[in-house]
Each structure stands twice: as C-alpha cells, then as structure tokens.
C-alpha cells in the first residue's frame, strides 16, 4: 500500500504555473518546480506523471478557475502547442472561454513580455 498524498495539489500547480510564466516550459526544470513546490521530485512524478503532466494540469486549472491565464497560454501557445495535440485543444477551450476580448488581450501581453509598450513603434 502506498502512502498518502502529503501535499496540497492547487499549492503545488499554483507555484508551478507561477514558474511555468515566468521562465517558459523549456525553460524549467524538473529541479525547479521541486524547489518552487516544496514538493519532493517522486511525489511530483506520481501525482502529474512528467514536467508536461505538470504544465497540462496548470493549463487545465487556468481555464477552470477563470484565473488570469493570459500569460500562461502565452506560453503554451508558444512552446507546445504546435506539437501537443492535447495542449493545443486546451488552448482553443481558453480562447473560446476567454471570447471576443482574447485576441486583443494575447496581443498586449505578447507586447509586455517582450518589453514593449502599446504606444511604441
């Protein structure tokens, strides 16, 4: 019999999409979403079964509590979603989630991520 789930999971995907935002999915480590976490590497394996098990469950959670996930899609629209059938279809449910608005919002954020300013040439 295994042991129980000693950590709290919406914790533990909060710390991840936090990292997920801020350094991309290529970009994070394994390493780094334990150290983010808190949570020991083994746990994370068993619980979300990889680094892309992880992000998937971000992104599910983003859409679910109709957190700001923007900047979260940003990322997956831009690293996986191109060669991830599941996270691509993950995607589309945001934008249609997010509506009318999607498009001009994407766009602002792309801009802030790249240091841009809506006024700049």
Known sequence: MGRPREF???SAVTAATKL???EGYEGCSMDRLVQATGVHRGSLYA???SKRGIFVECLRASIVQGADRSELLLVALGELAA???EVRTLCAQALTVWGEDAAQELGRRLLARAGLNEGSP
């Open 8 to 10: 709290d999971i919406e």
């Open 20 to 22: 997920f935002v801020d």
């Open 47 to 49: 619980t979300f079964g």
């Open 83 to 85: 060669r991830d059938e």
